[in-house]
């Protein structure tokens, strides 16, 4: 499904991604983690092209961009490439003078060229999927962090991509918001919905994640499964992220 070969990016002189290779099959949720300034964030924004690679081969689905310094790609195949994925942000980035609804709406209108018939209906699908229907008519002040996060959600949902990234998507949220968004992307992930996943919920990585990804300074140390990474791993890395990381649970 999602396939990176060699995938090198660099802001000035600061090499952020040094060679990631990353296979996630259809209908599996990879989450990524690792300590901040690792490469995560980036790695992810790579996917969806918000930030360009500098080398590499990035295949999704049944399109593949192969990137170089000499290579300049169409916007027309970046758009076309894009279109395949929806990215849920770590603050929402919902339109403020928009209701729920019509935030759902918007995308589908002017990227999909919906009728506003047909993103009315989408959009109170997707609604009622991540428990909001009755907030359509709300604007994003009058929602909790949790609920405009769902809201990012169904937005992202309601363009029908191949695949979900999410950033951080509960790293904004207050402690008690935080199980609801979860439990979303729980239900997502029992559809078999395509996701990738940065996170800091371990606990959450471990109970949904067919793959998880650990990242140390833009390259990945280790993947497998939960069991293999957070029960099993001899790599000294993950242990000592590990056990700092539940140190401070």
Same mark, same amino acid.
Not at 168 to 185: F, N, R, Y
């Given at each position: 499904?999602?396939?990176?070969? %060699?995938?090198?990016?660099?802001?000035?002189?600061?090499?952020?991604?040094?060679?990631?290779?990353?296979?996630?099959?259809?209908?599996?949720?990879?989450?990524?983690?690792?300590?901040?300034?690792?490469?995560?964030?980036?790695?992810?924004?790579?996917?969806?092209?918000?930030?360009?690679?500098?080398?590499?081969?990035?295949?999704?689905?049944?399109?593949?961009?192969?990137?170089?310094?000499?290579?300049? %790609?169409?916007?027309?195949?970046?758009?076309?490439?894009?279109?395949?994925?929806?990215?849920?942000? %770590?603050?929402?980035?919902?339109?403020?003078?928009?209701?729920?609804?019509?935030? /759902?709406?918007?995308?589908?209108?002017?990227?999909?060229?919906?009728?506003?018939?047909?993103?009315?209906?989408?959009?109170?699908?997707?609604?009622?999927?991540?428990?909001?229907?009755?907030?359509?008519?709300?604007?994003?002040?009058?929602?909790?962090?949790?609920?405009?996060?769902?809201?990012?959600?169904?937005?992202?949902?309601?363009?029908?991509?191949?695949?979900?990234?999410?950033?951080?998507?509960?790293?904004?949220?207050?402690?008690e918001l935080v199980g609801e968004v979860l439990? /979303?992307?729980?239900?997502?992930?029992?559809?078999?919905?395509?996701?990738?996943?940065?996170?800091?919920?371990? %606990?959450?990585?471990?109970? /949904?994640?067919?793959?998880?990804?650990?990242?140390?300074?833009?390259? /990945?140390?280790?993947?497998?499964?939960?069991?293999?990474?957070?029960?099993?791993?001899?790599?000294?890395?993950?242990?000592?992220?590990?056990?700092?990381?539940?140190?401070?649970?």
């Amino acid at each position: 499904m999602i396939h990176l070969n %060699q995938i090198y990016k660099k802001f000035g002189s600061m090499e952020v991604l040094k060679g990631i290779d990353l296979t996630i099959e259809k209908g599996k949720t990879a989450v990524i983690i690792g300590p901040s300034g690792s490469g995560k964030t980036t790695l992810l924004r790579c996917m969806n092209l918000l930030e360009t690679p500098d080398k590499g081969i990035i295949s999704l689905g049944k399109k593949t961009l192969e990137f170089s310094e000499k290579k300049k %790609q169409k916007y027309s195949d970046v758009s076309e490439f894009r279109k395949q994925t929806g990215m849920v942000f %770590q603050n929402y980035n919902l339109f403020p003078h928009l209701t729920a609804l019509q935030n /759902v709406m918007e995308g589908q209108i002017i990227v999909k060229k919906r009728t506003k018939q047909e993103a009315y209906k989408m959009a109170l699908l997707q609604l009622e999927k991540v428990g909001l229907k009755d907030r359509a008519d709300m604007y994003p002040s009058q929602l909790s962090g949790g609920q405009q996060q769902r809201i990012g959600i169904a937005r992202a949902m309601a363009m029908e991509p191949e695949v979900l990234l999410f950033d951080e998507p509960t790293s904004a949220l207050d402690p008690e918001l935080v199980g609801e968004v979860l439990k /979303v992307m729980k239900d997502l992930a029992n559809e078999g919905m395509t996701m990738v996943i940065v996170s800091h919920e371990m %606990q959450f990585a471990r109970d /949904v994640a067919d793959l998880v990804v650990f990242m140390d300074q833009g390259v /990945v140390m280790e993947k497998g499964t939960p069991a293999e990474v957070f029960d099993n791993t001899k790599n000294e890395r993950t242990l000592q992220f590990l056990n700092k990381v539940q140190a401070t649970v």
